[in-house]
């Protein structure tokens, strides 16, 4: 007899999903499947909407990573309009976009995922959350709740509001940055950077002790990485071109256009969830599965550029990284986390430079032109990984046709996987038919999930309810046990 | 010395009814302006997230304005920390007014002053505006925002 392991939703993730773990008769693991069950439909109502509306409108996907679509689709609208924008708006865009990938490192590292350590992997679920966090250990909290807040004021100064902001547009961005908001924000920079020297210090302790397994194991196998790129190979957030490395530190394929990711990325959907597959096409499906994201970012680069950054990065490639890459790439999913504090450091040190470069204050900020292009494919670096938006419009502007390929998506192959190794390495097999799981194995294979902090808002599904649901099958899908906690 | 007071309208002014919180906040907003209130400060959010608590931390009286299904009139609630079993998150990050109070006090040893200003809904639709039912509400939850700025709630 077989039966099935569910976990439904995963929690503390942006969305609702639900895990499956299949078993075969004698009791061992068949199949591991992250389900994501509910459509949101944002490729099809956008169609017939002019293009200029897109970055307002895509920026209404998600309240995590507003910034990340609002962005992706000013950068369509910039081919489509066949303008480069002025210098001051990308430099604009891109303090923007670290602002935004800061805000959502801190809630993925701080509020989701560090409860599960600080707290244990048995503690109680009611307890695993801020307030867990804050009994625990209130310098981290604060830190945590202080640099997320940090990020959204920088985003909230320069696009006018915290989330859904329209700042970003086709051809630059609407406003200039005033001095004095300049000022600000760089006098904010030195508790931010205390914050974070603190915070990588507990951190590395936790690394050191009693995290070492899963730093190295927890969804730990080889797959291909995806990131952008600059002209050096350089971390790269926003401009760039596209690279692909293997587990062993080869490139697998660099200079890539987004324009022509159809050549290199294909999708899949699959019967069993509604979030679709992306995978490098060379390698077909799924054998082409790839990671997107911090992760990915820092196993792609050569350096990221700045030096506290530079030496965080070495850090990271030091502990995790694989005797067959030579040290080089880190392929535990685990590594996730502190692959965003490492992107946290970069993005800190990357605001700074930025403002105290006096050319972002200059007040020509947008180009105008009318529709010049009939199809377009804006990219850039979202926290969650790489984020496509494709668009083809009519002579008058309006969209025919529109393809969001999210970071999460991207991850969804390696998601299953991540699943299947961590409860092959951390259930018991074989399972005994009638035993409950423990929590503490349950919710070693939910945090596989929360590895990849996965945004199921901007994949495919409105944020709602999540409570945990965890059911148990026989092999003729037949009902076994269940779980529900709210 | 004046108090520092802050009020804080939650809601999504994109579906229908539930941006009352955030317009009374708005004449709050005016109301301080008008009468030279520089201790009041306001703010419009979509939903209490961990970071609020680096706002009240520096508040002596918060005043929530939110919607609410359930009221049948606008009325002041006061509002009380919330007890360690009521403070499970429905695992995700939003938080309730009385959760972002506890959260407030764990963080820094207090918790200010707090109050909650329920305004009644009826049309949670997608869309702008606010149903003439919700509509006839203003004046009372004028009266209400009034009452607790001048310290009488």
Redo the contacts between chains.
């Keep these: 007899m077989t039966r099935t392991i569910t976990i439904d939703p995963v929690t503390r993730i942006e969305g609702h999903a639900r895990i499956t773990l299949q078993l075969d008769g004698r009791g061992h693991l068949a199949d591991a499947r992250f389900q994501v069950l509910e459509v949101r439909g944002f490729e099809q109502f956008c169609v017939g909407r002019p293009f200029t509306e897109m970055a307002g409108l895509t920026s209404r996907i998600c309240g995590i990573c507003p910034v990340s679509h609002q962005l992706a689709a000013a950068r369509a609208g910039d081919k489509l309009l066949a303008v480069q924008p002025p210098d001051a708006a990308q430099r604009l865009r891109r303090l923007l976009n670290l602002a935004q990938i800061l805000q959502s490192h801190a809630l993925s590292f701080f509020y989701l995922s560090s409860p599960d350590w600080l707290l244990g992997w048995s503690s109680d679920p009611a307890r695993r959350n801020i307030f867990g966090l804050m009994a625990a250990d209130p310098e981290l909290a604060r830190g945590g709740i202080g640099l997320r807040q940090f990020g959204q004021q920088v985003i909230e100064r320069l696009g006018g509001r915290r989330i859904h902001q329209a700042w970003a547009v086709p051809g630059g961005v609407r406003t200039p940055l005033a001095p004095e908001t300049r000022d600000w924000i760089l006098a904010q920079l030195p508790q931010a950077r205390a914050t974070m020297a603190r915070v990588l210090d507990g951190y590395k302790r936790l690394l050191d002790g009693p995290l070492r397994y899963e730093q190295r194991s927890f969804g730990s196998f080889a797959s291909l990485f995806m990131a952008l790129v600059g002209p050096d190979g350089c971390w790269e957030t926003l401009d760039g071109a596209l690279r692909l490395v293997d587990s062993r530190a080869q490139v697998v394929a660099s200079a890539l256009s987004a324009d022509d990711y159809g050549r290199f990325l294909g999708e899949v959907l699959e019967d069993w969830s509604v979030l679709k597959f992306p995978y490098y096409r060379p390698l077909g499906y799924p054998k082409g599965l790839y990671r997107v994201g911090p992760l990915a970012r820092l196993n792609v680069c050569t350096a990221i550029g700045t030096p506290w950054a530079d030496a965080e990065l070495a850090d990271f490639r030091g502990r995790g990284g694989t005797p067959a890459s030579g040290g080089r790439i880190v392929t535990a999913a685990f590594a996730y986390h502190q692959a965003r504090l490492v992107e946290i450091v970069a993005c800190l040190e990357g605001i700074e430079a930025l403002l105290q470069d006096p050319r972002i204050l200059d007040r020509r900020v947008r180009a105008h032109a009318s529709l010049n292009a009939l199809e377009a494919v804006g990219v850039g670096e979202a926290p969650r990984g790489t984020l496509f938006h494709h668009y083809r419009v009519d002579d008058n502007g309006l969209l025919t046709a529109v393809n969001l390929i999210i970071a999460t998506g991207q991850n969804n192959l390696a998601m299953n996987r991540t699943v299947a190794q961590i409860a092959r390495a951390c259930l018991p097999w074989p399972l005994p038919a009638s035993a409950a799981i423990p929590e503490a194995l349950l919710n070693r294979v939910e945090a596989g999930i929360r590895c990849y902090d996965p945004c199921l808002s901007c994949s495919t599904h409105a944020a709602g309810a999540m409570p945990l649901h965890i059911e148990l099958r026989d092999a003729s899908g037949a009902l076994l046990c269940e779980t529900v906690r709210d | 010395m004046a108090s520092a007071d802050l009020v804080i309208g939650i809601g999504n002014p994109l579906r229908g009814d539930d941006g009352i919180g955030a317009l009374v906040a708005g004449q709050a907003r005016s109301l301080a302006a008008g009468a030279h209130r520089g201790n009041l400060r306001v703010q419009v959010v979509?939903?209490l997230t961990?970071?609020r608590?680096?706002d009240l931390q520096r508040a002596d009286r918060v005043l929530f304005v939110d919607a609410c299904c359930q009221a049948a009139a606008p009325c002041l609630q006061p509002l009380a920390v919330a007890q360690p079993g009521e403070?499970?998150?429905?695992?995700?990050?939003r938080l309730e007014p009385a959760?972002l109070l506890?959260?407030t006090d764990?963080?820094s040893g207090r918790a200010p002053a707090a109050t909650l200003l329920r305004l009644p809904v009826h049309v949670l639709d997608h869309g702008q505006g606010l149903s003439p039912m919700a509509r006839r509400q203003l004046p009372q939850a004028r009266r209400l925002l009034l009452q607790w700025m001048n310290g009488h709630a």
Excluded at chain 2, 87 to 93: D, F, I, N, T
């Design positions: 979509q939903q961990p970071e608590v680096l403070l499970a998150l429905g695992l995700s990050h959760q506890a959260l764990l963080l």
